[in-house]
C-alpha cells in the first residue's frame, strides 16, 4: 500500500488559530501546486504569516523556501484526508524502489560511521 495525500481546504475555524497552530512545524501545505513541509512559522505585519518550507513533491524535493500566506494561496493538508493505495506492479516493485529511495537518502546517526575499504597499510615490514 501507498500513502497518497489529498488536500483539505481550510475552513473558518482556523481564523481564530495562531501562527504556530495553523501552520505548525511539521505539517505539509500545498502551495503552487506543490507539497511542502513546514518548518517555521511567523506572523509579518505587510504579508501576513511567514513560512519556512522544504519541498516534499517530487519537482521541489529538498529546495528550501519562504511563502507569505498574503501573496499565495496556502493549503493546509490534514494527515487524517490520507488514502491508502494498493500497489499493484508486480512483486510490490513501486513500493520496494521507493523504500529503497528513502533508504539511501536518509542520514547516517552519529553514532554510525561511512563504510569506507581500508587503506593499505604504508608502513614496510
Request: glycine share 4%.
Amino acid at each position: 500500500m501507498t500513502a497518497v495525500q489529498t488536500s483539505a481546504e481550510l475552513s473558518g475555524a482556523t481564523a481564530g488559530r495562531t501562527v504556530q497552530d495553523q501552520y505548525p512545524a511539521g505539517a505539509q501545505v500545498l502551495v503552487r501546486d506543490e507539497e511542502w513541509l513546514v518548518k517555521s512559522s511567523a506572523p509579518t505585519t505587510d504579508d501576513g504569516t511567514r513560512l519556512e518550507v522544504v519541498g516534499v513533491s517530487e519537482f521541489v524535493r529538498d529546495q528550501e523556501a519562504v511563502l507569505f500566506s498574503g501573496l499565495d494561496r496556502i493549503e493546509l493538508l490534514d494527515p487524517r484526508d490520507t488514502r491508502l493505495v494498493p500497489d499493484d506492479s508486480p512483486n510490490y516493485r513501486r513500493s520496494r524502489l521507493f523504500l529503497e529511495a528513502v533508504l539511501h537518502r536518509t542520514a547516517l546517526p552519529q553514532s554510525e560511521r561511512p563504510w569506507r575499504p581500508r587503506r593499505p597499510c604504508s608502513r614496510s615490514r
